[in-house]
C-alpha cells in the first residue's frame, strides 16, 4: 500500500507517500526559516555535511517554484553559495531586536571582509567578542548587552541559518566561535554594510526604523523598541 495523499495535483499525487511527505516537509521549511543550505555544520563530527532537505528540495524544486508562485511567494536557487531560499511581499518574518539587527549588519561586514581575502569556502568563523569589538568600533552599544539579550539575538539569526554556534547557547561568551553561513549575503544582497552602521550609528533613536527599510533582507526585520529597563541581574 502506498500511503499517498491524493490532491489533484498531478505531479505531487503521482509520487509515493514518502517522496509526498518529504516535498510537506520543505515547503514547511522554507517558510519556517526562509533558507535551506546546501551544507550544514554537524557538531557531532565537526564536519560540514551535506543537508538531506536541501536535496528533497532542489529534487523537486520546479513543483515547490510553482506551489509557491500561487501566493506570490518566489524561490530561489544560488549554487555558488549552496542555498535555497524563498522571497515575497507576503512573507511574515520576525520582527527582529536592535541587538540582532546589529549583529546581521556586522556578521556581513565580517564576511565580506574575509571573503576579500581570498577565502577558499563559502563559511566564515567569527567570536561574539570581534563582534562586539567592531559594534564597539562603531560605537553602537550604549551598554553591554544582557546575557539574554545575547542569545535571544543569535537564537534567531540561527533559525534563519545566518549563523551556527559551535557551542551551547547557555555557555556563549567572548570567546564562542560562530559559523557564518553564505545567507548573509542574500539577506544584505548589494547593500553597502559600512552606509547602514553608519546610518545606526548617527540616528541614536533609531525607532523610526530608516536604515532598517534600506536592508534588503528576506528576513524583511523590523526594529523592536529596546527596553531600557529589562536588563539582567547577572
Known amino acids: 500500500c502506498k500511503d499517498e495523499l491524493m490532491t489533484d495535483i498531478p505531479y505531487f499525487d503521482g509520487l509515493m507517500g514518502e517522496e509526498q511527505r518529504e516535498i510537506t516537509d520543505s515547503i514547511r ?30 529534487k523537486h524544486l520546479e513543483f515547490i517554484r510553482t506551489y509557491f508562485s500561487i501566493s506570490g511567494i518566489s524561490v530561489y536557487e544560488n549554487s555558488q553559495l549552496g542555498v535555497i531560499y524563498i522571497q515575497g511581499e507576503t512573507l511574515v518574518g520576525d520582527k527582529l531586536p536592535r541587538l540582532a539587527t546589529l549583529y546581521l549588519l556586522i556578521l556581513k561586514l565580517i564576511y565580506d571582509e574575509q571573503m576579500e581575502s581570498v577565502s577558499t569556502s563559502v563559511n566564515v568563523y567569527t567570536t561574539l567578542g570581534e563582534m562586539h569589538e567592531k559594534l564597539g568600533s562603531y560605537r553602537l552599544f550604549k551598554k553591554q548587552p544582557s546575557p539574554t539579550d545575547i542569545r535571544r539575538a543569535v537564537t534567531l539569526l540561527k533559525k534563519y541559518q545566518v549563523i551556527e554556534p559551535l557551542e551551547l547557547l547557555d555557555d556563549l561568551n567572548g570567546n564562542s566561535r560562530l559559523i557564518v553561513y553564505p545567507c548573509i549575503n542574500v539577506v544584505l544582497l548589494g547593500d553597502d554594510v559600512r552606509e547602514l552602521l553608519e546610518s545606526f550609528r548617527e540616528d541614536e533613536a533609531l525607532q523610526a526604523g530608516t536604515p532598517q527599510r534600506e536592508i534588503n533582507s528576506a528576513l524583511e526585520p523590523e526594529i523592536e523598541e529596546d527596553d531600557d529597563d529589562s536588563t539582567d541581574e547577572d
Open 29 to 58: 521549511l522554507l517558510l519556517r526559516q526562509t533558507f535551506i543550505l546546501e551544507r550544514k555544520y554537524d557538531r557531532r563530527t565537526g564536519r560540514f555535511q551535506y543537508n538531506r532537505e536541501f536535496r528533497i528540495c532542489n
